[in-house]
C-alpha cells in the first residue's frame, strides 16, 4: 500500500460510508468501490462489514487501519521534513490541546513565536488528554499542550507552568468567602467534574483519593466553561485552575490539601526526530517558561 493509498483507505475506514469518502476524496463511487475491492481481493479477507448502504471496519479491518493510519502519518512526517530541510523558515507545526487551554495558552504561546516567525504554520485540534497524547505517540501531532503529565512511555516532557486549584462554588454558596477549605470537608457535597479520560478529571480522582474521599458526582462535562457554569447555576462545586477574574456567578475557595496544583506542559514523541519548525517553536515554549518563572 503506497501514499495514494493510505489516503483512501482511510479516509473511508474513518467516514465507514463509500459515498462520504468518495465525496471526501473527488472520486467516483463505483472507483472506490473497486479500489477496495482490489486491496480485499489482495489480502484474502474483506476489512469491512456490510449494513445495507453503510460498512463497518470489521476486526481484519481495523487491524489493518492502525497500520495505515501510522503508515500515513510517517509519510506525512516525511514530507513535511524535506519540505524543511528544502526552506528551514517554512512549515508546519501540528499542535494539540486541552479545550481549556483554547482561550489564553494556546493563542497567547503562537501569537508570540509568529511574531518572530510568521511564515511557520500551524494545525490545531482540541480534545481530552488521552486522546491528544495519543496522537503524538502515533505521529498524529507534533506537540501537545496536556496537563498532567502522562505517565505512558515514549513521551517527551517540558513543564511549562504550575497552576494552583480552587474549588468553585455558586456565588451565594455557603463557603464562598472561606479563606480555604480541605477536601475532606466535602464527603457530602455534590460535585461538577470533566469526563473520565481528561486531564482535570484525572487530578481529581487523585486528589480524592489521596483524601481518602469518594466523591457524589452529579454531572460530567468535557469542558471547564460548562464546568463552571454548572457551578454557577447551583448544580454542584467543582475544581479548577485558579484563573483572573472569577466568572460571574461563581466564588472559588482555595484548597488547602497538598499537591492541589496541575503541572501545564509541552509533550512530544521521544523517539521521533522533529521538523526543523516544531524544534524551533518547542525551544520558544522552553524559552517562554524560563521567562515566566524568573520574573
Sequence with gaps: MLGGDLEWFTTLAETENVS???????LAQPTLSRMLARLEKRLGTPLFDRHGKRIRLNEYGRLYYEH????????????????????????????????????????QLIGEFRRGSGRIHF????????????QVLDGEADLALVSPRPSEPGI?????????????????????????????????????TMHAGFGMRRIFDELCAAAGMRPHITFESSDLVTVSGLVAAGLGVALVPAEEPVPP???????????????????????????????????????WAARRQAR
Excluded: C, M, Y
Aim: neutral net charge; charged residues 20%.
Design 156 to 192: 517527551g516532557w517540558r513543564t511549562l507552568l504550575n497552576q494552583p486549584l480552587v474549588l468553585a462554588v455558586p456565588a451565594d454558596h455557603r463557603l464562598a468567602g472561606q479563606r480555604q477549605i480541605h477536601l475532606t470537608e466535602l464527603a457530602d457535597t455534590e460535585f461538577v
Design 68 to 107: 495505515a493510519r501510522r503508515a500515513r502519518a510517517e509519510l506525512l512526517a516525511g514530507e513535511q521534513a524535506v519540505a524543511d530541510r528544502i526552506n528551514p523558515t517554512k512549515g508546519v507545526v501540528r499542535l494539540s490541546f486541552l479545550h481549556s487551554f483554547g482561550s489564553h495558552l494556546a493563542p
Design 123 to 134: 494545525t490545531l485540534f482540541q480534545g481530552a488528554a488521552e486522546v491528544i497524547t495519543r
Design 20 to 26: 462520504a469518502a468518495a465525496d471526501r476524496l473527488h
Design 249 to 287: 456567578g461563581l466564588a472559588v475557595v482555595p484548597l488547602a490539601d497538598a499537591g492541589a496544583s496541575r503541572d501545564v506542559g509541552l509533550i512530544w514523541s521521544a523517539t521521533a526526530g522533529p521538523s526543523e519548525a516544531v524544534r524551533r517553536f518547542r525551544d520558544f515554549a522552553a524559552d
